[in-house]
């Protein structure tokens, strides 16, 4: 299966500080999607975005914005002036066309007051 | 209020003891997954279904069985052949199109004593 990468396992950060999380994924294919979930600490997995591979725009959501550039297989996820709720696990993963997810190892995000 | 139920939140176990976990949801999903996470990992396939009384093994399938006789149900059975089964299972849906996006469940988390 074509992998998906989340090199930093642990990020800590000082509220207010901006972080990216760093995603990188293999790919064969021309049609794919990409995603990117977040689980807080009760566990349930909450999806945030998801991109296609025709639509390299980024994305601004709020505090939250995501870089996808498919020169280095890469997308990104920024967190500006982060919180303490920001703490959690992030999860990027890539689905192929009417194939199943791929998840990413997951990032873990420790937002300290 | 559409969504993905799983119950029990926690649940013990002794061992050599099968164990169901519920999954049931009211997205008319066609097609639903069930995943392990174990402490600080990623999430893993164990089986998937894309439309009712149909089902496939995903990566890890072995101990594992489900069933998918109703469109909003599929339940996991934990048998005493899954050699290592406290994790953190997670359900998830689809709609059933291959660029969907998958939601998730809050999770069931499993303790064999």
């Known amino acids: 299966a074509q992998k998906v990468t989340q090199a930093q396992t642990e990020i800590s950060v000082v509220e207010k500080e901006d972080v990216t999380l760093d995603c990188v994924y293999e790919t064969r294919d021309t049609t794919y999607y990409l995603f990117w979930y977040k689980q807080p600490p009760s566990g349930e997995l909450v999806f945030l975005i998801r991109r296609?591979?025709?639509?390299?725009?980024?994305?601004?959501?709020?505090?939250?914005?995501?870089?996808?550039?498919?020169?280095?297989?890469?997308?990104?996820?920024?967190?500006?002036?982060?919180?303490?709720?920001?703490?959690?696990?992030?999860?990027?993963?890539?689905?192929?066309?009417?194939?199943?997810?791929?998840?990413?190892?997951?990032t873990r995000l420790s937002v300290l007051p | 209020d559409g969504g993905i139920t799983q119950s029990p939140k926690y649940l013990f176990r002794k061992e050599g003891q099968n164990v169901t976990l519920s999954c049931e949801q009211n997205l008319n999903h066609d097609a639903m997954y069930w995943y392990r996470q174990d402490p600080g990992q990623g999430l893993r396939l164990i089986y998937y279904s894309q439309i009712v009384n149909d089902f496939q093994k995903g990566d890890i399938a072995e101990g594992y069985s489900v069933s998918r006789e109703k469109k909003e149900s599929f339940p996991l059975t934990v048998t005493s052949a899954q050699k290592n089964p406290t994790?953190?299972?997670?359900?998830?849906?689809?709609?059933?199109?291959?660029?969907?996006?998958?939601?998730?469940?809050?999770?069931?988390?499993?303790?064999?004593?």
């Open chain 2, 87 to 113: 994790a953190f299972y997670l359900c998830a849906s689809t709609r059933g199109g291959g660029t969907d996006t998958q939601y998730f469940g809050p999770g069931t988390r499993l303790t064999v004593l």
């Open chain 1, 52 to 106: 296609n591979s025709f639509d390299e725009q980024n994305e601004i959501s709020g505090r939250y914005s995501w870089n996808f550039q498919k020169s280095t297989s890469s997308f990104n996820f920024t967190i500006t002036a982060s919180q303490v709720v920001d703490s959690a696990v992030y999860f990027c993963a890539k689905r192929n066309y009417g194939q199943n997810f791929v998840f990413g190892p997951g």
